[in-house]
């Protein structure tokens, strides 16, 4: 730990890293605007351009990788924007939670609203969540299923006109359940990855380091057979089986990542129980999580920054914390992402550093850190949390 640095920069994350030598960062995880005035966040308008990617791509190191997250809606964008830079798009990781709420507007309501008829109540329902997370329903974007499961008790009511009656049950919006990181890698600069590594110590991701786990019984059961219990084939044909499938060292990683919630467990075959067991979990950012190391802060609303005014007579929409930052990301999920493209004793990168969830992720690792903040309030959690 003690060769471990620390680089904190305040200030446009273009203008910090034009601070930094070429080639001096290992890999870049970072978590940058969605560009979904998200929270009417005026940070989250857009996705980075392309000069913020081709900086980003200057500093990392020939060969090393980056994972850059974005949520579904502007993913084509953001990919668009790191190619475009330069960068060899590689894979897509795709993170897979339960926690998400529906937006959507309930079409039905709104063509009863815009003709000013009342829709008869015909019952109720109640949700087992905590009442303070979430605003009560304003017949827009917050639908019932979504008001219900964050513990309010809310009306179920019947459409008024002929035309909300053919419009029954239709809404505006998925369930979001997903968010992507893109996996690229700056261009080697030998002729082959065996050379890159060599000189640089980039090229290469650690797939034995971020191994999925297995427990005995499991082992025992996969035991001497191919990857998915069949038999081997095509390209894998002459493969050596520990190859594909090392029930010692755990199963090769994936390109997807589940939070463990039983939304998400449902998704999977009943038919093969270990089927989760293939991939790498981590639930989404505890409350302890977000606020170590903010002992001395001071507990605000948080996404309370967003110029809006709340109605004194609804719930406030989010809960007391010292990690004012809406969007913060698990630090076991980014400590994983930071291990599967960091080589030992590398440099991590955050261009978008938030309030340093991939920072506190790095040096829990055993990595060095440089991170960029904009916002003030912000780096001051991030150096608090990564310090600690």
């Not at 304003?138 to 019932?144: A, K, M, Q, T, V």
């Not at 093969?272 to 790498?280: L, P, V």
Request: neutral net charge; contains cysteine.
């Amino acid at each position: 730990m003690s060769d471990i640095t620390i680089n904190l920069l305040q200030g446009d994350c273009l203008e910090q890293m034009k601070q930094l030598p070429d080639n001096s960062v290992d890999s870049i995880v970072t978590d940058p605007p969605y560009g979904i005035s998200f929270m009417a966040k005026k940070w989250d308008y857009d996705v980075p351009k392309v000069d913020v990617w081709k900086e980003a791509m200057r500093v990392l190191k020939h060969g090393g990788h980056a994972l850059i997250a974005c949520g579904t809606r502007t993913q084509h964008r953001m990919v668009v924007n790191i190619e475009d830079a330069g960068f060899e798009i590689r894979d897509v990781v795709s993170w897979i939670y339960g926690s998400g709420f529906p937006k959507s507007l309930n079409v039905s309501k709104a063509i009863d609203r815009a003709a000013g008829a009342e829709r008869e109540v015909v019952g109720s329902k109640r949700g087992p969540g905590k009442p303070q997370f979430l605003a009560a329903d304003n017949g827009g974007i917050n639908s019932p299923d979504r008001i219900a499961s964050a513990g309010f008790e809310v009306s179920i009511t019947t459409p008024a006109t002929e035309e909300a009656k053919q419009w029954d049950g239709w809404g505006t919006a998925l369930k979001p359940a997903c968010e992507f990181f893109t996996l690229c890698r700056k261009p080697l600069s030998e002729k082959t990855v065996a050379a890159n590594v060599l000189k640089w110590g980039t090229g290469g991701i650690n797939i034995d380091g971020c191994r999925v786990g297995t427990d005995t019984s499991r082992g025992d059961r996969y035991k001497g057979k191919p990857p998915l219990g069949g038999k081997s084939s095509g390209k894998y044909q002459d493969m050596p089986r520990e190859e594909v499938w090392d029930v010692k060292a755990g199963r090769f990683p994936a390109n997807l990542i589940h939070d463990g919630s039983q939304q998400v467990l449902e998704l999977f075959p009943e038919t093969n129980k270990d089927s989760t067991a293939r991939f790498f979990y981590c639930p989404k950012a505890s409350k302890k999580d977000r606020d170590e190391g903010l002992e001395g802060f001071e507990e605000k609303q948080a996404g309370a920054m967003t110029g809006k005014e709340y109605r004194e007579d609804r719930p406030p929409n989010h809960p007391m914390r010292k990690n004012t930052h809406p969007t913060v990301k698990p630090t076991a999920l980014m400590q994983y992402l930071c291990r599967l493209i960091t080589p030992t004793g590398g440099v991590v990168l955050d261009p978008y550093m938030g309030s340093g969830s991939t920072g506190k992720a790095a040096v829990k690792e055993g990595f060095s850190f440089v991170g960029c903040e904009l916002d003030e309030e912000y780096y001051k959690i991030a150096k608090a949390r990564i310090q600690r």
